[in-house]
Every structure is written in structure tokens, then in C-alpha cells.
């Protein structure tokens, strides 16, 4: 029975260009789970955006000495082309600027309002009387009171994770003029998290088993804290604005004394991103240069079928840095609309993936190219290599050396030989076909298929996609024993009728071992099936293709080819 499944992928900043440890932190992983869902009959949703607003965008138009919708229009053009290389399958990749996005915004802001979860209050912000203004979060550094780590942001470390409260930076400072900062009241609206504890305990409490352990109880230690209201306007220039006109039409107590300079802040606003993608997916007919757009006409267009219906699944994947917005903050969001929106089923969070053992940095030049590193080793070599060091429950480190390592012996040597050895045989020895009337598959490698299959589908749907990659790497390392173990090669010249049942067992496993592969590496599957003469199963909902496949016959339609080239030296420029 097919099911409507929404993956959620987290919205990247626009500030920059994105390097490995982004692909390892979610959008693999986001990816894989995706073309699983679709290969097993799901009916699926995947969306995303880039995040377009706040001052990571203004601190990065401050650095270029451009204006941040510069920025915006520059770095959003080369993910769009980066997601295209890497094969990334979104049904809507779009942005945070777009008309639809700021309208559901303001309306989720309104019902939350409306509802009594948004209430106004006073906060203290930093203000700089060198600059003589308000300063947002990310325009003010300074040491983290928990972790002493030094040049932090005054809303959250990046090194412990830890939300701050307003005044709790040491020794703040502006990031512009380098001068002291102090703080000030503002008048704000917040987000009364308190008024939706206890259904906000039940959901995370419900979430033992599914999530992560480790982001299970981060989750539950944010609420063991206690929930208290959080700010969700600030002041600033470039960020979505409040709906005055409407605001203005609701009692005068829901009134801010004064609305100049008063934003929507981007960490409330970007997660609804997923809706809004939603909805304008389903409104969408075609594509533009602005966004990655794809429709099955096999898919429901309406959007309520994924977001209003209780047997909806809800996948979100992001860094560990997004966790408390999308295992508490977004779910309050959601609950405070009163809609019944369906919440988060799996809140699938990675460690951060570091570059030899250092964080990847741009301001220190600590960066690999993304798209120099798919287009020297190609992408499906380097999805296969990120997909199996994914850090799902404990940091990564790309390595050049173990990415050379592994690709040589795990993708090249076991897979890629096993791939390449029985085709080449096949085209060599046996004159490129083989049919056998009366073929029966031998038992042990029935039973190391069906298994594996077995083992791969449960690890895909919870969403652990290191554990399914290593299974079937095993599976083609049981085909290569066998091709030896058997010695086909003596085999044909003694026993013609032997040998076919053996090249026709070990065909069996190559295909399907790409059909397992698809999700990972989907270029190179499809290849895989063109070479054998095989249709490449299209998706469709309620099919499940994810199924082992035994065939009696096979008949190359092309010469077969290496499709994975060894590694001798590793490194981009």
C-alpha cells in the first residue's frame, strides 16, 4: 500500500558555495531516502529552498561590498546548478524571496497570533552606539558562557550547540565597527513555547525508537530545560515583514508600540519554508530559471494530501545545528496553527562531516570545491563515498586519504570489479547473451539476495543509510567469492551447461545489486541495466520495485565498460 511521504531537506544559507560537509550532513541522505520512497511505490514529496534571508546574507553582502539580494541572485544560481550535478531529485528546490513563501509566512504568523502562541514582550538586543543601531545575532561576537569557545554568535554556539539567552555572550562586540556593544530594550513578538508543552512532550516522547537516540535525548534535554517564550521579530533590514495592515485589523493590545524596522526573524520564518514549497509545487505547472522543478503526472498535485492527511510521513534532514528547530521549535509551530498539520514523522539530523580533521572553513581557505570534486571523480563516486562515511551518529572527517582508500577498494575493486568481470565475461566468453529455458537460480544465492534485500529495505525506512550501504557492498562481496569459488573460467571450457548456470547466478546478483544501488548511485545503476539490455524500473506509486529480480536470459545491448576509474592521487585544486 503506497503512502504519501514528504522529505524535508534543510534550506541552505545563500552566503557561499556549498562544500562536502553539506552533502554528508543531509542532502545524500535526503536524496537516498527520497528514490528509495519512490522505488518502493510511495508517493513522494521532496522539497526545499534556499534560505534567503537574515544576516548570514547581509554579513556575506558586507564582505563581497554588494547588496544582499546580490548575494542571493549569485550563490542560489550555483546550487541550482551544483543539485542539477549531483543529481539531487527535489520535486521543488526553490527560495525564501519568492511572493508564495512570504504570504504563508505572514499567514502562519497570524494564526499564531490569532491563537494566542504570539505574544508581544520586551527583549534586550545588542546595540552598538558606535553604529548607532540594533544589532542582529550575527552582527555581534563574543566567548560562549558554556563552552568558553571564543568569536560565537550571541544567539547560539556553533561549537556546544547551545542556544544563548540575550545577554549571556562575554565580552560582546560589533562585528562591523569591532567596538563594544550593549544591550537595549526592544519591543518584540514571541513565540510562547510554554503553551504548547505538554502536547510538544507527548510528540517528542512518541519519537523513542524512531529518532536517533542521540537526537532523541538532545531533544528531550531542550525540554527538560523548560520551554520559555523566544523571540521571533527583530530588527533588521532584510528579512520578510510583518503584516501591519493585518496586524492592524486584530485588538490593539496584539499592536507593537512602534513597527519601524521590525522583521520576521529567519529562523521562524524559513522553516515554513516546507509548506510554502508545498503549496507552490502543487500550484506550479512548469519550471524557470529560479527553481529545480519536477512533476510526475502520476503524482497527486494537491498539497493538503501530504500536509492534512494523519497517514502522511514527514522525513526531515538537516546538520546537527538544525535540530532544536525542527525537533521543537517547528512542531510548535505547527501545533500553535491548530490546522492539524501533520508533524515531523523522522527527524533524521547527521554530525558535522570536518576536513582532515578541521572544520571546513571558507574564511581560511579549509574548502573543497563541490562541484570541481564531482566533475574530476565523477558524482556518482563521490555520492557512493559520502553516503558511506554519512557521520549519523558521531562527526565525520573527509580524509583524501580515506576517500582514495575507500573508493579504490569498496567501489572500484569490489563493486566496480564485480560489475565489470562478469560483464566482460559474459561479452567475451559467451558471445554477449545467455538463455537457459530451465534455469534455476542456485539457493544459497537466492538467499543471499532475498536477505540482503530484506536487510537493505528495513535499514532505508529508518533511515540508515550507512548500515544499507555496507550491506550491500557484502552482497557483492559474496558474488566475487563466488565467481572465484567456482572458477568460471575453467568451468566454460569443462562443462559449457554448468558454466551458463553459474555466469546466469552471477548475472542475477550484478543486476541485482544495481537495483539496491539505485538510490545511492542512480546514474550508474541505470547505466548498469542499459549495458545488461534491462528496462530500468520506473517508479510508481503503489509499485514496489524493490524487489529481488531473477532473470534466465540476458542480452547485452553495449559493449561493457569500467564505470568506476581508480583513484592513484586524491585532491582537488
Avoid at 563552552?147 to 562585528?175: F, H, M, T, Y
Avoid at 521549535?329 to 554530525?351: D, E, F, H, S
Avoid at 569459488?485 to 552471477?506: G, Y
Wanted: hydrophobic share 40%.
Amino acid at each position: 500500500m503506497s503512502q504519501k511521504v514528504l522529505i524535508a531537506d534543510a534550506w541552505p544559507y545563500v552566503n557561499g558555495d556549498l562544500h562536502p560537509g553539506h552533502f554528508s550532513g543531509h542532502l545524500i541522505s535526503a536524496d537516498i531516502c527520497a528514490r528509495f520512497n519512490r522505488l518502493i511505490g510511495n508517493d513522494v514529496l521532496m522539497v526545499s529552498g534556499s534560505d534567503c534571508h537574515g544576516t548570514p546574507i547581509t554579513v556575506q553582502a558586507d564582505k563581497e561590498g554588494i547588496k544582499p539580494a546580490q548575494i542571493v541572485k549569485k550563490y542560489h544560481q550555483n546550487i541550482l546548478e551544483l543539485f542539477k550535478l549531483f543529481n539531487l531529485s527535489f520535486n521543488l528546490y526553490t527560495l525564501t524571496t519568492t511572493d508564495n513563501h512570504r504570504k504563508i509566512v505572514q499567514e502562519i504568523f497570524l494564526e499564531l497570533l490569532k491563537n494566542g502562541f504570539i505574544q508581544k514582550g520586551v527583549s534586550k538586543q545588542y546595540y552598538s552606539k558606535f553604529d548607532n543601531k540594533f544589532l542582529p545575532d550575527r552582527y555581534v561576537e563574543g566567548t560562549c558562557p558554556h563552552c568558553k569557545s571564543a568569536n560565537q554568535r550571541s544567539d547560539q554556539c556553533e561549537v556546544c550547540g547551545r542556544w544563548l539567552k540575550d545577554g549571556e555572550l562575554i565580552d560582546p562586540k560589533s562585528k562591523i565597527s569591532g567596538k563594544p556593544v550593549e544591550l537595549k530594550d526592544s519591543e518584540h513578538y514571541f513565540l510562547h513555547l510554554d503553551k504548547v508543552g505538554e502536547e510538544l512532550k507527548e510528540y517528542v516522547e512518541s519519537k523513542k525508537g524512531i529518532w536517533k537516540e542521540w537526537v532523541y535525548k538532545e531533544a528531550k534535554g531542550w525540554l527538560d530545560e523548560g520551554l520559555k517564550p523566544r523571540a521571533i521579530t527583530r530588527d533588521m533590514d532584510w528579512s520578510i515583514d510583518l503584516p501591519v495592515d493585518e496586524i492592524k485589523k486584530l485588538p490593539k493590545e496584539m499592536w507593537l508600540d512602534n513597527f519601524f524596522g521590525k522583521k520576521i526573524y529567519v529562523w521562524f520564518e524559513a522553516v515554513i519554508g516546507y509548506l510554502s514549497a508545498s503549496i507552490e509545487w502543487s500550484q506550479r505547472e512548469t519550471g524557470d530559471s529560479l527553481v529545480i522543478f519536477n512533476n510526475n503526472s502520476s503524482l497527486s498535485r494537491d498539497w493538503k494530501e501530504w500536509w492534512l492527511n494523519p497517514s502522511s510521513k514527514h522525513y526531515y534532514f538537516m546538520g546537527q545545528d538544525n535540530l532544536v528547530f525542527h525537533t521543537i521549535m517547528w512542531p510548535a509551530q505547527l501545533i500553535g496553527t491548530q490546522r492539524n498539520y501533520v508533524l515531523p514523522y523522522n527527524v533524521v539530523v547527521n554530525k558535522f562531516m570536518n576536513y582532515e580533521g578541521k572544520k571546513f572553513s571558507k574564511s581560511k581557505n579549509w574548502i573543497i570545491d563541490s562541484k570541481a570534486l564531482a566533475e574530476k571523480y565523477g558524482v556518482d563516486t563521490v555520492r557512493f563515498y559520502l553516503a558511506l562515511t554519512l557521520p549519523e551518529n558521531k562527526e565525520g572527517n573527509f580524509s583524501w586519504n580515506e576517500f582514495k582508500l575507500s573508493v579504490n577498494s569498496n567501489l572500484v575493486g569490489n563493486i566496480g570489479n564485480f560489475w565489470h568481470r562478469n560483464l566482460s565475461f559474459l561479452f567475451n566468453k559467451l558471445g554477449g547473451s545467455i538463455d537457459l529455458s530451465d534455469y534455476n537460480i542456485d539457493l544459497e544465492v537466492k538467499r543471499q539476495i532475498e536477505q540482503t534485500f530484506i536487510k537493505v529495505k528495513k535499514c532505508l525506512e529508518e533511515c540508515q543509510f550507512v548500515n544499507a550501504l555496507n550491506t550491500i557492498i557484502v552482497l557483492s562481496a559474496f558474488g566475487n567469492k563466488y565467481f572465484d569459488e567456482n572458477k568460471i573460467w575453467q568451468l566454460v571450457k569443462e562443462n559449457p551447461q554448468k558454466a551458463k548456470e553459474v555466469m546466469l547466478n552471477l548475472l542475477n546478483i550484478v543486476l541485482n545489486l544495481a537495483l539496491l544501488l539505485a538510490p545511492f548511485i542512480p546514474e550508474s545503476a541505470e547505466k548498469l541495466f542499459k549495458i545488461m539490455g534491462v528496462a530500468f524500473p520506473t517508479p510508481a506509486v503503489g509499485k514496489d520495485n524493490i524487489v529481488p529480480v531473477t532473470l534466465s536470459s540476458f542480452k547485452l545491448a553495449l559493449e561493457p565498460k569500467p564505470l568506476f576509474a581508480k583513484i592513484e592521487e586524491a585532491g582537488v585544486n
